[in-house]
């Protein structure tokens, strides 16, 4: 009877043991690896929900471009949120900032943070070496996420050693507004680490949605390939790109026509995630090459941010 009872307490301790260590993560302390527009729009709104964040980037040139920047958004913000009580917006303002310090050395800050969550360019080499420094510093419960729109999670994540604390973590630009964040668990992803992501989504005020690891996810899956047919179409000379516009604006009802969409987006960065598709299934006609995409970019016409795309800015 002794040994039962024995037997008994401890396959009650290791089962409360291991309840305890499937317990989620709260994350409370975030790292941002990233001050461009959107690694700077994850800061501000994890800041902004109440977390302690340190933002990395290799220069502090860089670093107080993004802090100016999470500022100019976060009085935005205020000024709307706090129409009638301009004070509250100040101090939301400074709050927010006082949660946000930056730095220039990613493996000196990680030790004591929950999450990290990477925003630098999209090259998956630059990304494994990242993650594979910071890896060693890190501490054993700290979840590691990549914002990644275009690179499979599961080849950035087998350059650590914690890929079943390792997830996507797909916000959309500009942070702040857009309310979606893509959640992306590969076959390695703990459901402790899943459950954690979404939860910390939530807190930030955005709404999670869950999809594999497959290129592109949910919504470049399906918007990029929408792209390219429209480029198609012009190209064919079935329509103009005017009324390709027109068309789907007014008949679809988005706000923005496909060639707009391109020229905001960026046409370096589309050509980028198709090229990057097209290497990994050149079998798949909707990844083929496009060829007046490839000759925009080739004379560095890349949409708004170059004063010319499909379309002439001024």
Request: charged share 25%.
């Amino acid at each position: 009877m002794a040994f039962v009872t024995r037997q008994f307490v401890r396959s009650v301790s290791s089962s409360s043991t291991a309840s305890a260590s499937a317990k989620k993560i709260i994350v409370k302390h975030v790292t941002v690896i990233g001050g461009g527009l959107m690694g700077a729009g994850i800061a501000q709104v994890a800041a902004a929900t109440g977390h302690t964040v340190v933002l990395v980037d290799q220069t502090e040139d860089i670093l107080a471009k993004s802090k100016k920047g999470i500022e100019e958004s976060l009085r935005r913000v205020a000024k709307k949120k706090f129409a009638e009580n301009p004070k509250a917006g100040d101090e939301f303002v400074e709050k927010t900032l006082s949660s946000i310090s930056t730095s220039t050395d990613a493996a000196s800050v990680v030790h004591s943070t929950d999450l990290v969550v990477e925003a630098i360019v999209e090259n998956l080499k630059a990304k494994n070496e990242l993650f594979k420094r910071l890896d060693k510093f890190a501490s054993e419960h700290t979840i590691f996420a990549s914002n990644t729109s275009s690179l499979q999670i599961t080849n950035i994540a087998n350059a650590t050693t914690r890929q079943d604390r390792f997830a996507g973590l797909h916000f959309f630009n500009p942070v702040p507004l857009m309310k979606l964040v893509e959640v992306i668990k590969t076959p390695m992803t703990s459901q402790k680490t899943y459950e954690s992501l979404i939860d910390f989504t939530k807190v930030l005020g955005k709404h999670p949605v869950s999809c594999k690891d497959t290129p592109g996810f949910i919504v470049n899956r399906l918007l990029l390939p929408y792209l390219m047919e429209a480029i198609r179409l012009y190209e064919r000379g079935d329509a103009s790109k005017e009324d390709i516009d027109t068309a789907m604006k007014l008949g679809a009802g988005y706000p923005l026509g496909p060639f707009e969409l391109l020229d905001y987006v960026g046409l370096d960065t589309t050509k980028f995630i198709m090229d990057g598709w097209y290497e990994m299934d050149p079998k798949n006609p909707l990844f083929h090459p496009i060829p007046s995409l490839n000759k925009l970019v080739a004379e560095n016409k890349f949409g708004k941010k170059s004063g010319e795309g499909y379309y002439k800015y001024k």
